[in-house]
């Protein structure tokens, strides 16, 4: 459960729509403020640049005691114990932040909450082991992460956690085709779990959280698929079987995605697979060792065009209103 209300979340996102809509000029001052007097929260928020600032400043700080502590203090085994009672804290703490000053993305919070996931990792690690473990780390440090979206709402845990389990099978496996195809299955996985929750909620929150998520773990997948842009994760194993499947898969996928991305409405990942479809026939040649040509420009300048026809807008004649009872309404000039 998060520990900002549900009600209140869907106040701030429909604030922003509201104001979208302003800065669109589809509805005037009076309907804007109108429409922000009803969705009032009371929270404490900072600016872009302060919120970083803050961020940057608490999280460094943090990482800082603690090396300091590292070097002065000589615990051994004991250490990690301590660092997973101080992530334990820092979780806590990001939470008496929220409820005693009502922050909301105000960055001292964040920081705080965000720390606690990496301290854990690292504690864990070294509780359980006479050494660092690449593989504990990844499962503590994937696991904590997503405890820190689950209970705060931050995406960019939420990520973290997607990319860091599908780290996991690369610590597992020796070769490379069994990493790549079990990075692929639980990528997979965490894609229907994220669907199906983003499905239940539709546009609001939280369903627009577990978008994002259901997106970076298709567009993981892609990545881990496409051997030409992935060498850097894990050298192939050079199966030819392997990478005709691969390579079907690179045109799979965007497809697939697409298809998936216009049935359900969901724009970002769209825009991931579109992305996707570009990567592919860039990437396309240099994976069969053939060179490019001029028709590949071409063949991408008419894929561009067609998802440009595609996507354009069926009626762009919008007018929003907002009736006496506070009901927001769209009509259509045909």
Do not use: C
């Not at 860091?164 to 790549?180: E, G, Q, S, W, Y």
């Not at 045109?251 to 298809?259: K, S, T």
């Amino acid at each position: 459960m998060m520990i900002y209300p549900r009600a209140d979340e869907r106040a701030i996102r429909q604030r922003r729509t509201v104001r979208r809509w302003f800065a669109n000029r589809l509805i005037d001052q009076s309907q804007r403020d109108r429409m922000l007097a009803d969705l009032q929260v009371d929270y404490r928020r900072a600016k872009p640049l302060v919120r970083v600032a803050l961020f940057v400043s608490v999280f460094t700080g943090i990482g800082g005691i603690i090396a300091l502590l590292a070097t002065t203090v000589n615990l051994r085994e004991g250490f990690g114990l301590v660092l997973m009672f101080v992530a334990a804290g820092a979780f806590f703490l990001a939470e008496w932040l929220i409820r005693a000053f009502r922050f909301y993305r105000f960055g001292v919070e964040e920081a705080v909450a965000m720390s606690a996931a990496p301290l854990f990792a690292y504690g864990s690690t070294i509780f359980t082991s006479s050494g660092f473990s690449a593989l504990r780390g990844f499962i503590a440090l994937a696991g904590a992460a997503f405890i820190v979206f689950r209970r705060f709402g931050y995406v960019s845990a939420g990520v973290a956690a997607v990319i860091l389990a599908a780290m996991i099978p690369f610590n597992v496996f020796v070769a490379d085709t069994p990493r790549r195809l079990a990075a692929v299955t639980l990528l997979l996985i965490i894609f229907g779990v994220a669907g199906e929750r983003r499905t239940d909620h539709g546009t609001e929150f939280p369903g627009d959280l577990y978008g994002v998520l259901e997106t970076t773990a298709w567009a993981a997948m892609y990545v881990i698929t496409n051997l030409e842009i992935s060498q850097w994760l894990s050298i192939p194993d050079g199966y030819v079987q392997f990478q005709w499947a691969t390579l079907a898969g690179i045109w799979i996928l965007p497809a697939v995605g697409l298809f998936l991305a216009i049935r359900d409405r969901h724009r970002l990942m769209a825009e991931a697979n579109i992305v996707m479809a570009i990567v592919t026939l860039l990437t396309t040649r240099p994976y069969l060792g053939a060179p490019h040509t001029a028709w590949d420009v071409i063949v991408l300048g008419l894929l561009m065009i067609a998802i440009a026809v595609w996507f354009r807008p069926k009626s762009p004649n919008h007018q929003i209103t907002k009736s006496p009872d506070h009901q927001i309404t769209r009509s259509t000039d045909q």
